[in-house]
């Protein structure tokens, strides 16, 4: 990988770390899934008017929207709300990739290499250490919740490799027209329209003002921007030498909370934190043909190699949209 593009994931990392700095901001004023809601929103009118639909069957971006769109976000900012430190919530996440692993081998047949498997046991025991640790603190639900985000943005990791897209990023930002109303309904029924008249009627304020800046900043840097220079990435290397940079995420997000938020992950939560991070590097780790054969493929005239986006997926698992 070239230096200006090792430059550029380091800065998607740090993009995408400080994300959930800006979603506790945020949820700071917006009750959870209706900031959810407008988060999707916010980018979902843009895409409508500006950015060609993929050509892929509907099936799969309905599934791909509800999975790593409706669901990942309502259980991640609902669990956020609940009381999951948002560094913590940045690693927790992370087991989206074993999930992935887990779910292509019940629902695709997807055979599994051994390094694999060992990669998705040593994640796991990383995430039953810090279930324990939450456990002990009396916030299981926090953490049980923002597994369930990160089992559906596995369920929508498998929608995209049976929709094989022709642009990996037009497919990730016309995701986002699915998630504004099942949220906004979930948010009627749950949090009631009172809750969201409050929100709206009580914006200007010093809280309200900056939970519009931490929107803006996820609807527009954590996610257009982020996963535009993703798909750039995508578009030049291997995956197997993009997707390890993924695993800075967790790293910026807990550095960052613990500046700017005061969050003091434990010692058993930072050494589940090394095991969930070595687990995921190790587990999406290609299989040595699959990097051979990408690297033997450079386009003719630009070196960026013609595999398409959705055949990179199958070697390591989708990174294109975080929180």
């Known amino acids: 990988m070239a230096s200006h593009d090792r430059f550029l994931a380091v800065v998607i990392a740090l993009l995408w770390g400080m994300n959930f700095i800006a979603i506790d901001i945020t949820l700071?004023?917006?009750?959870?899934?209706?900031?959810?809601?407008l988060r999707f929103t916010l980018i979902a009118i843009p895409v409508v008017l500006f950015v060609p639909p993929p050509r892929v069957p509907l099936r799969w971006l309905l599934g791909y929207g509800l999975g790593t769109g409706t669901c990942q976000f309502a259980f991640l900012f609902v669990a956020i709300e609940l009381g999951m430190p948002a560094g913590l919530a940045s690693l927790v996440l992370q087991a989206s990739a074993p999930f992935t692993v887990l779910l292509g081998v019940l629902l695709l047949a997807e055979p599994v290499r051994p390094v694999a498997a060992l990669g998705v046991v040593i994640a796991a025991a990383g995430m039953a250490l810090i279930g324990?640790?939450?456990?002990?603190?009396?916030?299981?639900?926090?953490?049980?919740?923002?597994?369930?985000?990160?089992?559906?943005?596995?369920?929508?990791n498998l929608c995209v490799?049976?929709?094989?897209?022709?642009?990996?990023?037009?497919?990730?930002?016309?995701?986002?027209?699915?998630?504004?109303?099942?949220?906004?309904?979930?948010?009627?029924?749950?949090?009631?329209?009172?809750?969201?008249?409050?929100?709206?009627?009580?914006?200007?304020?010093?809280?309200?003002w900056a939970a519009l800046g931490g929107l803006a900043y996820v609807a527009l840097f954590g996610s257009v921007i982020a996963a535009a220079l993703w798909a750039v990435l995508m578009g030049r290397n291997p995956a197997g030498t993009v997707a390890p940079f993924s695993m800075l995420v967790p790293v910026v997000g807990m550095s960052a909370a613990f500046v700017l938020l005061g969050e003091r992950p434990t010692a058993v939560e930072l050494f589940a934190a090394l095991l969930v991070i070595g687990g995921v590097l190790l587990g999406s780790r290609p299989a040595r043909g699959d990097t051979d054969a990408t690297h033997r493929e450079p386009h003719a005239r630009g070196g960026v190699s013609e595999a398409t986006s959705a055949e990179r997926g199958r070697s390591s698992p989708a990174r294109i949209s975080s929180a």
């Not at 700071?28 to 809601?37: D, K, M, R, S, T």
């Open 28 to 37: 700071g004023h917006f009750p959870p899934l209706l900031a959810a809601a």
């Open 132 to 156: 324990w640790q939450r456990f002990e603190h009396a916030a299981l639900l926090p953490m049980v919740l923002t597994l369930l985000g990160a089992l559906s943005w596995a369920a929508g």
């Open 161 to 208: 490799r049976k929709a094989r897209p022709d642009s990996a990023l037009r497919f990730t930002v016309w995701m986002a027209v699915v998630p504004p109303l099942p949220l906004l309904t979930l948010s009627l029924l749950a949090e009631g329209p009172g809750t969201a008249w409050r929100a709206v009627s009580t914006i200007d304020s010093a809280q309200g």
